[in-house]
Every structure is written in structure tokens, then in C-alpha cells.
């Protein structure tokens, strides 16, 4: 099955700097990658996603880029803010195969403790 | 528009004990998983159900856990008897189809029920 690796696992930048969160994943099946971010005993939230047939995806402060070939793809945290301390997930995964159980299950990566310190 | 409703929040039971935890999903959403979160890892995907049938459960510990969908929208995964190693926050979610790839098809998580085993 699908393995994701994410580094690194804590990260902690000053406000104003850039953030940048790695990931890579094993199956070059895999074909959608989203980000979530988690605060401390909240939900996991969705806060942006790139398909593979795209390189790259902006909105707003932050941008994710695809390497297909290398497999990997990365999470960019621009002019980064105290609020934007949380866990950051990374997941990947496929499109179902012939209507088998693969029905698009998403592998998480290990999660990055971003702190942003005023 | 409401989210995915989970309860208990907190949960702490005795180890050789039982435990039950209540999802109710975006109204709407035919897709619903099950996801353990053990401190400092990302979500693991315990079950999935579309509609009210199981789509993949090959993660499920199905000596001691069980998870059921009679009706298609609420559900409920049980824990009998626990284990230590089962505390973990149990996060619940939906989405509208099972297949991640679809183009605006994201996946909606709980609040989690954080359970410890004592």
C-alpha cells in the first residue's frame, strides 16, 4: 500500500519568514494531495489540495508543489503568522482500482509541529 | 453548514473494558471513515463505509473493534475489550463520494473522541 514520509517534524520560524513542509510518498499511482492542519485538540482541516495533473497551486499565503517524477511534493508557508502554529498533515492518495476497495483511501503523513514565534 | 458531530469527546475506561463512539456525518455525505490518531501520528484509516456498506476495513483490528452503518448516516465503532495501546483520538468523517480524486470531493472530519485506556 501507500507510504507517506513527512519532514521535517517540528519546524519553528519567526513571523514574517517562510515555511516549507516535505513530503514523499511511495505509489506513483497516487494522483490527489492535500494538506490539513490541526490545532491543538481540534479537527483536521483541509487547507488546500493539488491533483497531479497540476505542478503547483497557490491561494493566498500558502502554495503546494508536485514532483511527480521524484514523488514528492511540498507545502509553502509564506510571511507566516503566530496563528499559523499547528500540525500540519500531509496525505496522498489513489484513484480506486477496478472497483476494488481502493476506493481513494487517504495515507497520512506523520504530521509537522509548526511554531511561529512573534 | 453543520459539520460531522462525534460523541463521547472524552472517554476514560479501564483496560478489558468496552467502549462506543457516535458519528453523525454532513447530511448528505454517502461516504463515512473512521480514522485512529495515536499522539504525534496522522489519522490511520480503521473503516469506510459507503452508504450503509463497507468498503475497506483491512485496518480494523476486527478481534476488538467492530463499526456499524445500519441506516446509512449515523454510525457507531466499538472497542471491546480495550487495550492501552487503543488510546488514541477516534476521528470521524464524511464526504459525498468515496473517491478522494473527485474534483471537490473533500473529506470533512469530527472533533474526535479522545479516548484513554487505563
Same mark, same amino acid.
Given at each position: ?6 519532514? =521535517?517534524?517540528?519546524l ?11 513530503c514523499?510518498?511511495?505509489?506513483s499511482?497516487?494522483n490527489?494531495f =492535500?494538506w490539513y ?5 481540534k479537527?483536521?482541516?483541509?487547507i488546500?489540495d493539488?491533483r ?5 497551486k ?13 514523488k ?6 509564506t510571511?507566516?503568522? =503566530? ?11 489513489? =484513484?480506486?482500482l ?7 483511501? &487517504?495515507?497520512?503523513?506523520q504530521g509537522?509541529? &509548526?511554531?511561529?514565534?512573534? | 453548514?453543520?459539520g460531522?458531530?462525534?460523541?463521547? *469527546?472524552?472517554?476514560i475506561?479501564?483496560? *478489558?473494558q ?21 499522539l ?10 459507503q ?10 483490528p476486527k478481534?476488538r473493534?467492530?463499526?456499524? *452503518?445500519?441506516k ?19 476521528l ?20 474526535g473522541?479522545?479516548?484513554?485506556v487505563?
Open positions: 500500500g501507500e507510504n507517506v514520509e513527512q519532514h =521535517p517534524s517540528t519553528s520560524v519567526q513571523e514574517g519568514d517562510s515555511a516549507v513542509i516535505k514523499t510518498y511511495s505509489d499511482a497516487s490527489y =492535500p492542519k490541526q490545532e491543538l485538540g479537527r483536521p482541516q483541509l488546500i493539488i497531479s495533473n497540476v505542478g503547483e497557490k491561494d493566498q499565503r500558502i502554495a503546494v508543489t508536485l514532483n511527480k517524477t521524484a514528492h511534493f511540498s507545502l509553502h508557508i510571511e507566516t503568522q =503566530p496563528e499559523d502554529s499547528a500540525v500540519y498533515f500531509c496525505a496522498a492518495s489513489m =484513484p480506486p477496478g472497483g476494488g476497495t481502493s476506493y481513494g483511501k &487517504l495515507t497520512f503523513g509537522t509541529i &509548526l511554531t511561529v514565534h512573534p | 453548514e453543520a460531522v458531530a462525534q460523541s463521547p *469527546r472524552y472517554k475506561i479501564e483496560k *478489558r468496552s467502549v462506543a463512539f457516535w458519528c453523525n456525518p454532513i447530511s448528505g455525505h454517502a461516504t463515512l471513515y473512521w480514522y485512529q490518531q495515536i504525534g501520528q496522522g489519522p490511520k484509516l480503521l473503516i469506510q463505509f452508504n450503509n456498506g463497507v468498503v475497506d476495513d483491512s485496518q480494523l478481534d473493534f467492530s463499526a456499524e *452503518r445500519l446509512g448516516v449515523d454510525s457507531t465503532l466499538k472497542i471491546q475489550p480495550a487495550k492501552l495501546e487503543d488510546s488514541a483520538v477516534y470521524c468523517a464524511s464526504s459525498l463520494f468515496p473517491w478522494t480524486t473527485v474534483s471537490g470531493n473533500t473529506i470533512y472530519f469530527g472533533e473522541s479522545w479516548l484513554t487505563v
